[in-house]
């Protein structure tokens, strides 16, 4: 990323968490970054659009970082408390990404919605991918409830930690809520009763559409620009083979599963590239 690009979107971030989306002005910005208003315009089309790329900026990073420690060995509970450790470590260096989060309510039309809808569904497939490889095949009919009671139990952690800057230790507090996390799932397993909600039940993760396919294909581009040229090359010619067989009138199912699995193979994009399996 350009690293003017890079600097704007950092001092912004620490402008909405301080003093509110709407009342940061395109001038401050540009003055904290030490560029003009017209290089402001040269990367971002409006405030709205800066406020995107602020999102996709730093839930790329956590899913980079995430990623890179999907590769190691160990139990798949340990795994998942490190994984939640991580990603409790890089929000305590970033707690200004938090408080833009709690501080007001953006509303930002059709892109953000686009963008959150996507990322929400990277979500959903790291939590399905880390709770399925620990409790095995018996969470399957149970997934959706036992993502949604996780999800709840981590999301309460962070917004507390942003309304009331609590100090914690990543590695603590990230053993204290898997266990926690295990406690609920267990309950969910041991019980009779039949689930809540189901995968089907999720019709926004069913909406097919031309704009959010071509929105993840982006994304992934824009991951891969670190890559080695030889790896860069083929995931580039697999995103290509998906890109004209979305296109045809009856796309073949076959061949989006093979390309799916092929580039789920390069870890640094494996969370991004799940999502295109809700395309399937």
Known sequence: MDSKKKRMIEVSLK???????????????????????????????????????????????????????????????????????????????????????????????????????????????????????????????YIVDAIILTDGVMSGYFKWIAIHDLSFDPDQLAGYITKNIDILVQGILTNSAPPVFQYQDLKRFKQKSDQSFQAVIEQIKSQITDLERGERQQIAEALHVLEEEWQKQEPKQIIFQSMIEHLESYATIKPIVQSLKTYL
């Open 15 to 141: 402008l909405f968490s301080e003093k509110g989306f709407h009342s940061t002005s395109i001038q401050e910005i540009a003055d904290q970054s030490d560029v003009s208003k017209g290089a402001f315009y040269l990367h971002f089309d409006s405030k709205d659009d800066l406020f995107v790329e602020i999102y996709k900026y730093y839930t790329e990073r956590v899913l980079q970082k995430l990623s890179n420690m999907h590769q190691e060995t160990g139990k798949p509970f340990d795994q998942f408390t490190k994984q939640v450790s991580a990603f409790l470590q890089l929000f305590k260096e970033h707690k200004e990404y938090l408080m833009m989060h709690f501080r007001e309510n953006v509303h930002l039309g059709d892109k953000k919605d686009e963008l959150i809808l996507n990322l929400h569904k990277q979500s959903y497939d790291w939590m399905e991918d880390r709770l399925i490889n620990i409790y095995g095949e018996e969470i399957k009919p």
